[in-house]
């Protein structure tokens, strides 16, 4: 994976690596049943192979008793967490259904964490969940990945404060869209594209946003004809969830 530099400065910054701390290969527990037994197993009847026995006790020499498989707590990737509160307290039923359809309550919550640290302390943690999960195949990683993209899509109010951060993270996606085949973020169950459903929702937010800037909404819409033209993707037809209710009076 080639890491892209997005904004001037390095968006994984060293206060960024320290706060997040890789997992290191770990090796999984052997299982209790032989892959291959001696009287053959997964080689009996193919050409001169000889038999293999991997049974645990066959490579119990091997492991160190001082060797432990358990995982350090200090060894485990420690994302930022999304706060759970998505709304300011004493909120009105209202006020409450539209803080969770725009996250940027959310959002200001969770830059406000990192308050001595600049905006791009997010995108840096953007692009490592990313590499953490394709390179390493870390599933959390991918899970926390999609859970900053939702929230930097959903964050319509944020958009006209955090210019920069937004121009920052169409750069980050541009360039790990590259990275990925066409149909990954295909969802085998419901068929739906995750990516292009949450953008979908990001591009809206852009088209309709008073007094955003100029340049970001001009990359963004670019961004948007961009990825039509090569995946095929649709962001102007509307999603099944938001049309109108079709009732059979029949």
């Known amino acids: 994976v080639v890491m892209t530099t ?4 390095k968006d994984i910054q060293d206060n960024t690596s320290s706060t997040i ?3 290191p290969s770990m090796a999984s527990s052997l299982p209790d049943s032989p892959v291959a037994s001696q009287t053959g197993g997964f080689f009996a009847g193919v050409g001169n192979f000889p038999s293999i026995d991997v049974t645990p006790s066959s490579v119990s020499h091997l492991v160190s008793p ?8 200090d060894s485990i990737l420690r994302f930022s ?5 998505k709304h300011p307290a004493g909120s009105t039923p209202t006020e409450i259904t539209q803080h969770n359809m725009d996250l940027s309550f959310t959002l200001e919550s969770l830059l406000h964490v990192h308050e001595e640290e600049d905006e791009s302390h ?5 692009q490592l969940a990313f590499v953490c999960f394709i390179v390493g195949q870390v599933y959390e990683a991918f899970e926390q990945w999609k859970q900053l993209v939702r929230l930097l899509c959903y964050s319509e109010d944020s958009l006209v404060k955090h210019v920069n951060l937004f121009k920052g993270f169409l750069s980050c996606i541009h360039f790990q869209l590259k990275e990925v085949p066409d149909d990954f ?5 419901s068929r739906n594209n995750f990516l292009t459903t949450t953008l979908q929702v990001f591009f809206s937010n852009i088209s309709e946003c008073n007094g955003l800037d100029e340049a970001l909404r001009k990359k963004a819409l670019q961004f948007r004809d961009h990825l039509t033209k090569k995946y095929k993707w649709d962001f102007t037809s509307e999603p099944d969830e938001d049309g109108p209710t079709i009732v059979d009076l029949n």
């Not at 001082?66 to 995982?71: E, N, Y």
């Not at 967490?81 to 509160?85: E, F």
């Not at 997010?122 to 953007?126: A, D, K, R, T, V």
């Open 81 to 85: 967490t999304i706060p759970n509160q």
């Open 66 to 73: 001082s060797l432990s498989l358990t995982p350090s707590k």
């Open 185 to 189: 973020f295909v969802d085998i169950v």
């Open 122 to 126: 997010i995108l840096g943690e953007l």
């Open 6 to 9: 997005v904004t001037d400065r």
């Open 21 to 23: 701390t890789p997992v």
